[in-house]
């Protein structure tokens, strides 16, 4: 599994530059030449890094200061290429995370991306869903207790399926063993979503801090069986 990214810019000479950079940290680029395709895909498409040509494309400052407003891509880490019109401090206030100069050499840009690249594998984690198949035993407040089957696992929730119907916004106790780990979690959740044919999905609001840190080491363990040799150092938990 490799990382994605997204450039937003229809110069060739940049991509030039950047695609070999991107590619020695295993950073698959899709291109889009234009703003107006770019933020379509923005708004329906998660991205670990997104790139935009800030100064030599038409609304480009737009599509940057959009990113954060985006439900699929707010926290993605942002880099703007600016080129004379917009400066570092006014990148960074847009809500870039990485700002590359132009004329771009290809040491600036490894060096760029080769910093940010653990902020790409922490963002990933963030939003990574392992797929399981697990047993599960929820208990809700009217003292009801039920069984499921957990179908992916994250770091704020899980997908369950059932025989019943939950209520949207049920609260309850959530109990499961991480597979291949000989660990057994119990957390407080509420369905997020429920697509009223038994499947649902669930939010965790309350984690003690011990199984929060055996659940993110857990994913970051199957993170890293996914990734490539290069990024597995940088999965750590910090």
């Not at 840190?213 to 069986?225: A, F, H």
């Amino acid at each position: 599994m490799n990382l994605d990214s997204l450039l937003i810019s229809r110069d060739a000479a940049l991509l030039g530059v950047l695609r070999p950079a991107l590619e020695k940290i295993s950073v698959r680029v899709q291109v889009c030449p234009e703003p107006q395709p770019g933020s379509d895909l923005l708004s329906k498409r998660k991205f670990d890094a997104v790139i935009i040509d800030c100064d030599d494309l038409k609304n480009g400052i737009e599509l940057l200061r959009g990113i954060r407003q985006t439900q699929s891509n707010a926290k993605s880490v942002a880099f703007a290429v600016v080129n004379g019109k917009t400066t570092t401090q006014q990148a960074f206030q847009l809500g870039a995370n990485f700002v590359l100069q132009k004329p771009l050499t290809p040491l600036h840009a490894t060096r760029c991306f080769n910093a940010a690249l653990n902020f790409m594998v922490r963002e990933r984690r963030r939003y990574f869903r392992h797929p399981v198949d697990i047993p599960l035993r929820i208990s809700l407040p009217n003292s009801q207790e039920l069984t499921a089957t957990a179908t992916n696992v994250s770091e704020g929730g899980m997908a369950i399926r059932l025989l019943r119907k939950l209520p949207k916004e049920a609260q309850g106790q959530f109990r499961f063993m991480l597979p291949g780990a000989n660990i057994s979690l119990e957390l407080k959740g509420e369905v997020a979503w429920t697509d009223g044919t038994g499947h649902a999905g669930i939010r965790f609001f309350e984690v003690p801090q011990s199984s929060q840190y055996q659940l993110d080491k857990w994913l970051t363990d199957r993170l890293q069986e996914d990734m490539p040799e290069r990024l597995q150092g940088y999965a750590e938990i910090r």
